[in-house]
């Protein structure tokens, strides 16, 4: 099987987005086994959605399995390489925007059965519990930069060496752990692939009465993290974690 970088991040990000956006579909949508399951349920599918993407990922060739243009940009900042930087994002977005794809052709005939256009977005995109832009953009730089620091104490040379096949799981945990206790603001982006091809992909879908993308807002869950993300870079630059 020929892999590579680029493939790996494609289709590590593609399975991150079916199932992540998948359990949304699961439990926003009309007559779907899970709907109205709850936070609980999506934070928990998000979390177990990165952990196989990150295997993923790994298996087609992406050593790093980044699935994030926020990681990416974070760990280029903390080691001065981003020679990663153009090989991966366009790859996390690609698989992001296919993923979601996927994810409208495993639900097709819930969509119609659903009537709450806001519920159709939410299943691709992120939004906000109450929309204030400071507020929103700070929501989204902390969880960011709490998903850098995380990945980077998980790998640190400081605590030890994990067995391989263990850090996808912790940063499962990581990614679950934000959700349920950072989440409820703005629904946890914290990656810029995850919201905007997603939301592309809403936008472009024959989604019947799915209604606007929210492009107003589309570009906070896309900048927000990158500089949580450029944060967390220097941080772990200057602390040598």
């Not at 989204?140 to 850098?148: A, K, P, S």
């Given at each position: 099987m020929q892999t590579s970088p680029f493939l790996g991040e494609l289709i590590g990000t593609l399975v991150l987005i079916l199932l992540g956006d998948g359990v949304v579909a699961n439990?926003?949508?009309?007559?779907?086994?899970?709907?109205?399951a709850g936070w609980i349920v999506i934070t928990t599918g998000w979390a177990f959605a990165v952990t196989i993407g990150i295997f993923v990922a790994k298996a087609f060739g992406s050593i790093d399995a980044h699935l994030n243009?926020?990681?990416?940009?974070?760990?280029?900042?903390?080691?001065?390489?981003?020679?990663?930087?153009?090989?991966?994002?366009?790859?996390?977005?690609?698989?992001?925007?296919?993923?979601?794809?996927?994810?409208?052709?495993?639900y097709l005939p819930h969509w119609a059965t659903t009537s709450d256009a806001g519920l159709k977005?939410?299943?691709?995109?992120?939004g906000p519990a109450m929309r204030t832009t400071s507020g929103n953009f700070i929501s989204e730089v902390i969880g960011t930069l709490v998903l850098i620091l995380g990945v980077a104490g998980i790998s640190s040379r400081?605590?030890?060496?994990?067995?391989?096949?263990?850090?996808?799981?912790?940063?499962?945990?990581?990614?679950?752990?934000?959700?349920?206790?950072?989440?409820?603001?703005?629904?946890y982006a914290i990656n810029p692939a995850r919201d905007l091809g997603p939301r592309l992909a809403h936008a472009i879908l024959p989604i019947p009465g799915k209604g606007p993308s929210d492009w107003s807002y589309a570009w906070l869950p896309v900048l927000a993290p990158i500089v949580g993300g450029i944060l967390g870079g220097l941080f772990i630059r200057w602390y040598a974690l």
């Amino acid at each position: 099987m020929q892999t590579s970088p680029f493939l790996g991040e494609l289709i590590g990000t593609l399975v991150l987005i079916l199932l992540g956006d998948g359990v949304v579909a699961n439990v926003l949508l009309r007559h779907t086994k899970g709907e109205g399951a709850g936070w609980i349920v999506i934070t928990t599918g998000w979390a177990f959605a990165v952990t196989i993407g990150i295997f993923v990922a790994k298996a087609f060739g992406s050593i790093d399995a980044h699935l994030n243009p926020a990681v990416t940009v974070a760990f280029a900042v903390a080691t001065g390489d981003f020679s990663n930087v153009s090989t991966y994002i366009p790859a996390q977005f690609i698989g992001a925007f296919l993923g979601a794809i996927m994810v409208w052709l495993h639900y097709l005939p819930h969509w119609a059965t659903t009537s709450d256009a806001g519920l159709k977005l939410g299943v691709f995109a992120t939004g906000p519990a109450m929309r204030t832009t400071s507020g929103n953009f700070i929501s989204e730089v902390i969880g960011t930069l709490v998903l850098i620091l995380g990945v980077a104490g998980i790998s640190s040379r400081n605590i030890g060496t994990l067995a391989v096949g263990f850090a996808p799981y912790m940063v499962g945990i990581l990614v679950w752990s934000i959700g349920l206790s950072l989440g409820g603001t703005t629904g946890y982006a914290i990656n810029p692939a995850r919201d905007l091809g997603p939301r592309l992909a809403h936008a472009i879908l024959p989604i019947p009465g799915k209604g606007p993308s929210d492009w107003s807002y589309a570009w906070l869950p896309v900048l927000a993290p990158i500089v949580g993300g450029i944060l967390g870079g220097l941080f772990i630059r200057w602390y040598a974690l």
